[in-house]
């Protein structure tokens, strides 16, 4: 089977969006109520918000499962308190949830943290195992930058998170680290927030001597193919020779993964050419970040899996491991769930 | 000829450091003068703190002329006030002038802007026009983020930056986009800071309509192989398309330029795959960011010429253009002063 590990519900029913109005206008005018704690969606809104985009692409592309979390440009940490972020932070998630019972051969659920800015990551701890125990999500995606692209959060490897990673590596579920929208007016978010911070995060993990001896089975995925690390691949195993890291550079990738979110050929081809295919999980991100088509090839931009169908150098048991096998391994409760139906 | 259009004088006379250590600590303490405006460094000081780093490098690699410029990472334009980059900047770029005066066949040089956070870069046109006019010099360098690492100026398309352009038009000098070291605990420096701020940069250039329709000629060059962006070609296409830019992406590199500081095969095979040939600039910045050997080569990291050399897949007619003919077209003052000496 194939899985998609990064899908975010980009194209929910507009209710959604009208509901995170109401609750920011409330912020504004406290004298404002909500009329309900979330927004009335019915399950045919949810069919239809998918049937026509993500499920379509599935069934184009021949992909059979999607990882999928709350759109990540709007969980907009920086905006309000932390209130207000877990309050939508449940809305969300609970959206994903339906999803996922309504579609459960194509959907598995990854959530959203009620993270905010100069908040500590502990407080996430709840939400996180809400949706693992009682959801039955396999993940979560993890914001190191709370504040909107003004990176006020201590490094990812600072015993500021570790209260999350004991209860992730308690609940055995992996992070994407994923931030949002961007309120810096230098980065725009897809373009160069997103991509930044997935080089900022490898970096940071590449600098630390101690999170992965504190925690040996805590597993980061760094998504849109892991920024700019593997073009620059032989500036980081530089880098961690130059440092003398201990453990070695190759060591880090017991725990750092990257999906396939690079949306050419060239990219892939260099991707799965210096990255271990161990560490390399199929995505795409739609409907995501680009939904243009290349006028070159005729096929969307993040049709991702065309690519790696195109390298040849993949032998076929390698393949199976960046379409299925790894994400099976990074997400054991995937592979739990797929066991128990057979798969 | 082999120009190599990134190098920073990493290895500059000890005396240059213990001179900053004056200046800064004559801002904490303003009773402390400086004993001289400038740090006593004598010619054989200079030329030995060369012959073993960038001359022997040179040699060994069979490049011939680098555009040299002062240490990145210690312009530091966050430290102090305006008035303190001013008198670092000077000092540094002075210190250049003696090395392409003591080696002309293998320096040129290109200068340290005078930035300072929050202060307007027309600020800067004075010491641009000094080192273009009276040292020789045949660019600059220019710093997106002088807060080091906050990225609190306005974006490079942003007309606060427009005295600065008009200035390099008429002066017909180019710009190498180069953030300094982070201050920001997030971002490490070579690892992070850098490949964020050439990723960044681009993306504010795609997103301008006016920028190159209001400076024409004006010329980027995006060092580190242009951070995350080449191997990402496909999402900066998709993004430009999805955006309906006009003028489309492609025109984008009638301005914008990226070096081959990118330190693995397969990384420059990327490279020179995807960005046109006329585009992309020779460099090294040896002695730099990743100092070691690599052991699966056998080889310097930064010795990016190796790597070029090994893509079958360019002419050399195509190689001549990487090594020398497009940073005559970028660099046009350097290409006069080579023609004067009949190269």
Not at 95 to 124: E, K, W
Not at 127 to 145: A, Q, S
Not at 324 to 340: H, I, M, Q, S, Y
């Amino acid at each position: 089977m194939i899985i998609d590990c990064h899908g975010h519900y980009t194209t929910a029913p507009r209710e959604l969006e009208l509901f995170r109005d109401r609750q920011l206008a409330g912020l504004a005018d406290p004298s404002r109520k909500l009329a309900a704690p979330a927004p009335e969606i019915s399950d045919d809104q949810i069919r239809e918000s998918l049937e026509k985009a993500q499920l379509r692409f599935q069934r184009e592309r021949g992909t059979d499962l999607t990882i999928f979390s709350p759109r990540a440009s709007a969980m907009a940490h920086h905006v309000g308190t932390a209130a207000t972020s877990r309050h939508w932070s449940r809305v969300c998630n609970d959206l994903i949830h339906r999803v996922c019972t309504l579609y459960p051969d194509n959907f598995v659920g990854v959530c959203q943290l009620p993270q905010s800015p100069g908040v500590a990551p502990a407080d996430c701890v709840e939400e996180l195992e809400r949706c693992v125990t009682e959801l039955g999500f396999i993940g979560c995606n993890l914001n190191p930058d709370p504040s909107g692209g003004w990176w006020k959060e201590p490094p990812l490897t600072d015993r500021w998170w570790y209260p999350l990673y004991e209860k992730m590596v308690e609940l055995d579920v992996p992070a994407m680290i994923h931030v949002s929208s961007s309120c810096n007016p230098c980065f725009h978010a897809t373009g160069a927030h997103y991509i930044n911070a997935d080089t900022t995060a490898f970096m940071q993990l590449l600098l630390s001597r101690d999170l992965f001896k504190d925690f040996p089975t805590l597993r980061f995925i760094i998504p849109h193919g892991g920024g700019a690390v593997p073009y620059h691949w032989g500036r980081y195993r530089g880098l961690a020779l130059d440092m003398k890291r201990e453990p070695p550079f190759e060591k880090l990738l017991d725990n750092v993964f990257f999906d396939t979110c690079v949306y050419h050929l060239p990219g892939i081809e260099l991707l799965t050419k210096v990255v271990p295919v161990d560490n390399i999980l199929f995505a795409s991100e739609m409907v995501g970040a680009v939904r243009g088509i290349d006028p070159d090839t005729g096929h969307h931009f993040d049709d991702t899996k065309r690519y790696i169908d195109q390298i040849d150098a993949l032998s076929e048991t390698e393949r199976h491991r960046i379409y299925e096998g790894n994400a099976r391994r990074v997400f054991p409760r995937l592979d739990a769930r797929l066991k128990e139906r057979g798969m």
